[in-house]
């Protein structure tokens, strides 16, 4: 299994991004996916999820300017940005909780990262 995220990038604060992640492989079933990111000396931390039955998570320093998606068919999710501040600056991971070929229990799968900077 692979998750390809991409769509980070520098922006202004106040602006918007969109991240997306895909995953590959022989998956039969996603149960979750979702968005964690890491500042620079900080730990990492959760973002938003967004589960099978579509319940969705945000943390309190993200809701109402993030909105995560996703698209089933493409085993994709978003992640929608708007109003961003400089404290969002960090990397951003996808992760997925999945069953693929060759897995007992459903396995936790992470993303490469994408860096985001807010900056002026």
């Known amino acids: 299994v692979q998750l390809v995220e991409s769509g980070g990038g520098l922006v202004q604060p106040g602006g918007s991004l969109r991240l997306s992640c895909a995953a590959s492989?022989?998956?039969?079933?996603?149960?979750?996916m979702g968005w964690y990111r890491q500042a620079p000396g900080k730990q990492r931390e959760l973002v938003a999820t967004?589960?099978?039955?579509?319940?969705?998570t945000y943390a309190d320093s993200v809701k109402g300017r993030f909105a995560i998606s996703k698209d089933n068919a493409k085993n994709t999710t978003y992640l929608q940005m708007n109003s961003l501040k400089p404290e969002d600056t960090a990397v951003y991971y996808c992760t997925g909780t999945m069953h693929a070929m060759g897995d007992l229990f459903p396995t936790t799968y992470w993303g490469q990262g994408t860096q985001v900077t807010v900056s002026s």
């Open positions: 967004v589960a099978r039955n579509s319940i969705i």
């Open positions: 492989g022989s998956i039969s079933n996603i149960y979750v």
